[in-house]
């Protein structure tokens, strides 16, 4: 068992959270489930499973973690970053546990990870640009940045190493589900996007010390939204679907690849539009129903 508190944000989990609690039995030694208001069977399940529950409103995921890290207790040496729809495998559990002993006293603060996606069933093997995040860190050096979109986690010193082990990411319970949570993600998308341009969010590319991190935001800021509106979904999803080989994946790459790089990022295109034509004040966008 390692010596980490897993911290697990939920709202209405109750497909999801089972498979997730079971892959990290014998691992976490503490589990800790931050719900936002289910009303499913999400915290009996998590309860049954040997969590501990407690219950908070849902501003973002930052703020959200964030609370759970500040407010429950968390005395372990290590804490893990980990949502519903995620699961561990024996070989990671194994290679995390080596990691947490080896380094227990020195300046290596976190660990990266990278997932295997599926989508409606399927691993996605070509064309998924599965990004790294840190996830395992210890306890009191770690948080999550407040942003409203692509929020990672932020060492307050130290260093972060990779671990060689993938995890596996569940991204789909149904098509509704799924088109929900991308229209949900795109109005989060968009308020970042203008909160960038309109300079109300400097941090957007710099406020990580992390170098992966900062790349990612400059090839997202800085090259993708320079490609004309509506165009660059275009090209994004040719790109992965054609030239990542993203086409081998079958039916569900062709679903996955045309609804999230081309579906989804004309979404958000279309609210970066409305929002510059009316200028509506932001709302909170809550969590997803």
């Not at 089972?18 to 892959?23: A, D, G, N, R, V």
């Not at 929900?180 to 970042?192: G, L, P, S």
């Amino acid at each position: 068992m390692g010596d980490v508190t897993f911290i697990i944000l939920t709202k209405n989990e109750e497909i999801n959270l089972p498979q997730c609690l079971k892959s990290i039995k014998g691992f976490a030694k503490r589990v800790v489930v931050v719900d936002s208001g289910s009303t499913d069977r999400t915290c009996l399940i998590a309860k049954k499973m040997g969590a501990d529950v407690y219950k908070h409103p849902f501003e973002n995921y930052a703020r959200q973690f964030n609370w759970g890290i500040d407010n429950t207790n968390i005395t372990t040496k290590w804490t893990f970053r980990l949502d519903a729809d995620e699961r561990l495998t024996p070989a990671l559990c194994k290679e995390l546990s080596q990691i947490m002993r080896k380094h227990a006293n020195d300046d290596v603060n976190g660990v990266t990870m990278e997932a295997w996606l599926y989508f409606m069933g399927r691993r996605i093997s070509h064309g998924a640009h599965n990004k790294r995040k840190l996830m395992l860190f210890k306890t009191g050096i770690g948080r999550i940045e407040d942003r409203k979109m692509d929020e990672h986690t932020i060492l307050s010193k130290g260093r972060s190493i990779s671990c060689k082990e993938r995890f596996i990411h569940y991204d789909f319970k149904d098509m509704t589900h799924w088109v929900n949570k991308m229209n949900w993600y795109a109005t989060r998308e968009m308020q970042d996007y203008i909160e960038y341009i309109n300079n109300t969010n400097d941090g957007s590319i710099s406020s990580s010390n992390d170098k992966g991190i900062s790349t990612q935001r400059q090839k997202k800021f800085g090259i993708y939204y320079r490609f004309p509106m509506f165009i660059r979904s275009w090209m994004l999803f040719i790109y992965y679907y054609i030239f990542k080989l993203g086409f081998l994946d079958g039916k569900e790459g062709f679903v996955f690849h045309w609804m999230y790089h081309r579906w989804y990022r004309a979404l958000v295109d279309a609210k970066i539009l409305e929002q510059m034509k009316y200028n509506k004040p932001f709302e909170e966008t809550g969590d997803l129903k």
